[in-house]
């Protein structure tokens, strides 16, 4: 019966049946738990790609590792941390934590939503094939054309990411249409748009900006691709095309990108503190459009990252403008939490060092981002190091610091257990050190003239001691995060079993057990304010007293219809990956799979066609 | 299920569908103002940008009828509407964007 | 906005707007698609009139042949229509008339593209001749795979219908294949004005 949790206690199971639930699964939260341990896998090998890089770079004229291998390294780096690490462990926390904050039971499309991740997972392991073939990625991140034309790019790298990105995409947009309507249409009763929780409304607005943004590389991708095997023109200079193209589509889906990057964090770091304040976040409804004005304005800013190009004063200006205003809405998010700080009883815990962190150090990124708003200082600073200065602060003191804070937050909801204090604070302050200690001494490399993409350099440049400074701060990273797995080991192993509401919280996910049975909510709650548990208990100081909630004297979950498992999900992801590495091998695997995905959409499609979800057995 | 039935949000329109007859005339204005598009390519000596102004105007009130009408949003709630036009105008926004960046000759005609 | 309607028990796709899921999830999808074909769109206009060779739109597009197939689409259209209206009434029998005849002009107009594609191949101009070979066969092309898909879709249903496994209490299925279809419909009305009509 699928309303109990998946085994029956004292069931005796075996290993297989264990792989088998998982593999099927439609739960969101065991959805989640996969793409977060899957992002956080990813993590640890883009962070290796780092530390190679950095001890490459520690010294000049160093011969680790060739200047083919260097540009693979940035490559896979950069791709690994925006759509193997960051964006998963967003959808991670999309995954777990929307349904529980809206009061829904699960998402609107459940299977899909599996479907979502297996997609994820072809897609990743897609782009981590290249490295069984010797064709690894080599184009940078953002594969400029045409560069990685067939005739600069003759092997089957930049294919691998080009196929494999495609792929990462359609996971990606899948997940959007499914938590853009799980968040108009699934909120419980009295749970208005504005007294949704920050976290969510955040995830609202990535969900309309992945949604709209991916389009634009998924052409820019297409066109690449008919270029490589089809011999279409696009980036061709010699027929007369502009490799601007590919520059204009790939920043029309890479500038909303980063902020699809940033905002579940920011949405974090709205949760964590109020919740560490004990006061509401200042403010909620101007952060709230904020939040609402970034991701539509994000839109109009993506040429500021081609201002070396030479598209005239015109189009330079209007950029400039552009992106120096989208920093007011994001001035005023960071005011308002400090606002939010200010007067209250503040609890200095790990989640709360986190948001702290995140705070001052997506500050530092803001400002340098500001300057390289401005065309002429941006033709100073772009592809130096200053720039990697820049998004290494936003991008990691900003949605990696965020990113553990909501780990930190949610880790009793998620796995029952407090993650231990001590060991937090020490990850804290390690990291936040190692971080200053490898980025900051950047800005002064890029301002000293060193070059971005440099597998190494001369050693009379006057690099040479940043450099050794900024691989003992990697290292520095390294080894907190060693501490963040011990943390990890040590709390499963002989952790106390965490409270249903370890922090005092405000939104409705600590209104149920840690970690939440299968169908969440036992009754579904009826809301009638922002922060609504908070209220409940305590009052909201204006007046409404706390109202007390007495649970019915005895609920009937047997009753609780929750979608049963499916192997469509990954037979289909399956499918689809055949069909498409088919490209790098033969027309005819391409064919076949295309049937194979056929037939098995049409399978999940009819799944429950005239057979109601749950009422087979 | 009746799908045409699910609760509108209060202020949408009372008519809760559109009758064949409806969709008839629907279809034959779209024939219509196909046909005077063609047959306006044909009209010698028209002036260029009145030709192509013609053109897209027409072209946006054919696909204004078939998303209200056949695709039935002028009937349903108003949030299917957001969700569609809203995207639609970033998308315009964008391809007028990209034609100005690459000095498209539809945006600044040739002498 | 008030949800005003507690999660409906008895059907779990209706949410708290008071509309169906699925219907929702067709409209986000199809405002996705607008950026998608836009994308493609404002590569063609970014390239129109800067082959440096070949042949251009006016020697090799043959507009009355193309305003057949767009009159054919167009009134595709109207048969989908026709087949929801018949489907939410019950009458399956003109249900499934209407579901066939509506893949019937799709893929006539597949068929026209496929004509018009191997006769432009004939006259020289291929996806590697120049720019606008390039630029029109990938976004006429592209849209013509998205009719196709919407023709599989709508055979599966006449199928599915054939069978006595598509009945009126599934109208909503019949209503979000036909959005997707009316779509299909209104991105090659901007196209054919942007490709075939401006000069």
Do not use: C
């Given at each position: 019966m699928a309303t109990h949790a998946a085994f029956m206690p004292g069931t005796k199971v075996s290993t297989g049946s264990v792989i088998w639930s998982w593999i099927t699964t439609v739960d969101h939260k065991r959805i989640g738990i996969l793409y977060g341990t899957s992002a956080f896998l990813f993590f640890l090998v883009g962070g290796i790609e780092a530390l190679i890089m950095r001890l490459q770079l520690a010294?000049?004229?160093?011969?680790?590792?060739?200047a083919k291998q260097f540009n693979e390294l940035f490559t896979m780096h950069g791709t690994t941390m925006v759509f193997l690490a960051i964006m998963p462990m967003s959808a991670a926390f999309f995954n777990f934590m929307i349904p529980l904050m809206i009061g829904?039971?699960?998402?609107?499309f459940p299977r899909l939503n599996a479907l979502s991740y297996w997609i994820f997972f072809s897609g990743a392991l897609l782009l981590h094939l290249s490295f069984l073939a010797g064709?690894?990625?080599?184009?940078?991140?953002?594969?400029?054309a045409n560069l990685t034309s067939a005739q600069f790019s003759p092997t089957h790298s930049i294919d691998f990411w080009m196929l494999g990105l495609q792929v990462l995409g359609i996971s990606s947009l899948m997940a959007g249409f499914n938590f853009i309507v799980t968040i108009v249409n699934?909120?419980?009763?009295?749970?208005t748009l504005m007294r949704m929780p920050l976290f969510v409304w955040m995830s609202f607005v990535v969900q309309f900006l992945v949604v709209l943004a991916f389009p634009a590389i998924t052409v820019a991708l297409i066109l690449l691709m008919f270029d490589r095997?089809?011999?279409?023109?696009?980036?061709?200079p010699a027929a007369g095309?502009?490799?601007l193209l590919w520059q204009h589509l790939f920043w029309i889906f890479g500038h909303p990108e980063v902020y699809i990057l940033i905002l579940p964090a920011m949405g974090i770091v709205s949760e964590v503190l109020p919740t560490f304040a004990r006061?509401?976040?200042?403010?909620a409804p101007v952060v709230i459009y904020s939040g609402i004005m970034i991701g539509f304005f994000g839109?109009?800013?993506?040429s500021h990252h081609m201002f070396?190009?030479?598209?005239g004063p015109v189009a330079d200006s209007a950029f400039s403008i552009a992106t120096m205003l989208i920093a007011v809405p994001t001035g005023v998010k960071i005011l308002n939490w400090i606002g939010t700080l200010w007067g209250g009883r503040i609890r200095f815990a790990t989640p709360l060092y986190f948001a702290l962190g995140f705070i001052a150090m997506f500050t530092l990124g803001g400002l340098s981002g500001v300057m390289h708003a401005s065309p002429p200082v941006d033709l100073q600073?772009?592809?130096?190091y200053f720039i990697v200065a820049h998004f290494h602060y936003v991008l990691f003191g900003g949605s990696i610091f965020g990113l553990f804070a909501g780990i930190y937050y949610w880790w009793p909801k998620i796995f029952g257990k407090v993650l231990d204090e001590r060991l937090g604070k020490v990850h804290f302050w390690l990291m936040m050190i190692g971080f200053n200690v490898t980025f900051f001494p950047m800005h002064f490399l890029g301002l000293i003239g060193m070059p971005r993409r440099i597998y190494t350099y001369a050693?009379?440049?006057?690099?040479n001691f940043w450099n050794l400074v900024a691989t003992i701060g990697a290292f520095t990273i390294a080894l907190s995060l060693l501490i963040f797995l011990l943390n990890v080991v040590t709390t499963t192993r002989s952790g106390a079993p965490a409270p249903a509401d370890p922090w005092d919280g405000?939104?409705?996910?600590?209104?149920?057990?840690?970690?939440?049975?299968?169908?969440?909510?036992a009754v579904v709650p009826v809301v009638h304010d922002r922060d609504d548990f908070w209220v409940q208990k305590y009052?909201?100081?204006?007046?409404?007293p706390p109202r007390k909630v007495t649970p019915p004297a005895?609920?009937?979950?047997?009753s609780i219809h929750m979608p049963p498992p499916s192997y469509w999900p990954i037979l289909l992801g399956g499918a689809f990956l055949f069909m498409v590495s088919g490209a790098l091998v033969s027309i005819y695997q391409v064919v076949l799979g295309g049937f194979l995905t056929l037939y098995c959409m049409a399978r999940f499609m009819l799944e429950y066609h005239h057979q109601p979800a749950g009422e087979h057995h | 299920m009746e799908s045409s039935h699910s609760a509108q949000t209060?202020?949408?329109?009372?008519?809760e569908h559109a009758s064949v007859h409806t969709y008839l005339r629907v279809a034959v204005v779209l024939a219509i103002l196909t046909a005077i598009e063609i047959g306006a390519l044909y009209?010698?000596?028209?002036p260029p940008h009145i030709l192509v102004t013609l053109i897209i105007i027409f072209g946006t009130f054919k696909f204004a009828l078939v998303v209200a009408f056949f695709m039935h949003l002028r009937y349903d709630s108003k949030l299917l509407t957001a969700l569609f036009v809203g995207p639609l105008m970033i998308a315009t926004l964008i391809i007028l964007a990209i034609m100005a960046l690459f000095g498209s000759y539809l945006l600044l005609p040739r002498t | 906005m008030a949800a005003e309607h507690a999660i409906d028990a008895h059907n779990p796709n209706i949410g708290c707007t008071g509309l169906d899921h699925r219907k929702m999830g067709m409209w986000a999808f199809l405002g996705s698609e607008c950026m998608f074909f836009g994308s493609l769109i404002g590569t063609y206009l970014a390239y129109?009139?800067?082959?440096?060779?070949g042949p251009g739109p006016h020697q090799i597009l043959n507009i009355p042949l193309t305003s057949v197939s767009a009159f054919v689409l167009l009134m595709s259209s109207l048969l989908m229509v026709l087949a929801l209206a018949a489907v939410q009434r019950g009458d399956m029998k003109w249900g499934k008339i209407w579901l066939f005849l509506t893949a019937t002009l799709g893929a006539a107009f597949v068929g026209f593209q496929c004509f018009e594609f191997t006769h432009f191949v004939h006259l020289g101009?291929?996806?590697?001749?120049n720019l606008f070979g390039s630029s029109f066969f990938v976004l006429t092309g592209f849209h013509g795979a998205h009719v196709t898909g919407g023709v599989i879709w709508l055979l599966s249903m006449w199928w599915l219908a054939m069978r006595?496994?598509?009945?009126?209490?599934d109208s909503l299925k019949v209503e979000i294949c036909g959005l997707y279809w009316h779509f299909v419909d209104i991105v090659w009305i901007v196209i054919f004005a942007l490709i075939y009509l401006i000069p």
């Open positions: 010294h000049p004229d160093s011969t680790l590792v060739t829904a039971r699960d998402v609107a064709a690894v990625p080599d184009g940078g991140w953002f594969g400029y699934m909120r419980a009763p009295g749970m095997f089809f011999g279409t023109l696009f980036y061709a095309a502009d490799p006061k509401p976040l200042f403010g839109f109009g800013v993506w070396s190009v030479g598209m600073q772009t592809d130096s050693p009379d440049l006057g690099w405000r939104t409705l996910e600590w209104t149920i057990p840690s970690p939440p049975p299968v169908y969440n909510f009052g909201d100081g204006h007046g409404t005895h609920v009937d979950t047997s | 209060a202020g949408a329109a009372h008519q009209v010698p000596g028209l | 129109k009139g800067k082959s440096i060779s101009l291929t996806l590697q001749t006595g496994r598509l009945g009126p209490q």
